[in-house]
Nanobody, 126 residues
Framework: HVQLVESGGGSVQAGGSLTLSCTVS?????????MGWFRQAAGKEREGVAG???????TYADSVRGRFTISKDNDKKTLYLQMNNLQPEDTGVYYC????????????????????RGQGTQVTVS
């Protein structure tokens, strides 16, 4: 049974920073799976934010490139999203997602379609 648990959301002022974490259980080959983050603002469609393909190559949405950094710790089976210089348009519920298929050169828009996702964590920027 795969479980993803996000943490680290909160409220910050514009220009501030947050780090989101996502701990994964139930996947034994965490190091080789695709994973990423997507967000959903109120009344809007899901938006892929960042992802790591099966070779751990990162991809970022244009709206966050240079401000957000995705990373993972294979030993802790944890995915991270470091978010700097946050802006009000970054407000939304952030979800982590993981997929067991081997995939290379993923795009941010692929992330919302991954097989498993967490319950989400709210990020509010004012």
């Amino acid at each position: 049974h795969v479980q993803l648990v996000e943490s680290g959301g909160g409220s910050v002022q514009a220009g501030g920073s947050l780090t989101l974490s996502c701990t994964v259980s139930g996947y034994t080959l965490f190091s080789t799976y695709c994973m990423g983050w997507f967000r959903q603002a109120a009344g809007k469609e899901r938006e892929g934010v960042a992802g790591l393909d099966s070779d751990s190559s990162p991809t970022y949405a244009d709206s966050v490139r240079g401000r957000f950094t995705i990373s993972k710790d294979n030993d802790k089976k944890t995915l991270y999203l470091q978010m700097n210089n946050l802006q009000p348009e970054d407000t939304g519920v952030y979800y982590c997602a993981i997929d067991g298929r081997y995939m290379k050169d993923i795009q941010p828009q692929d992330v919302p379609r991954f097989a498993y996702r967490g319950q989400g964590t709210q990020v509010t920027v004012s």
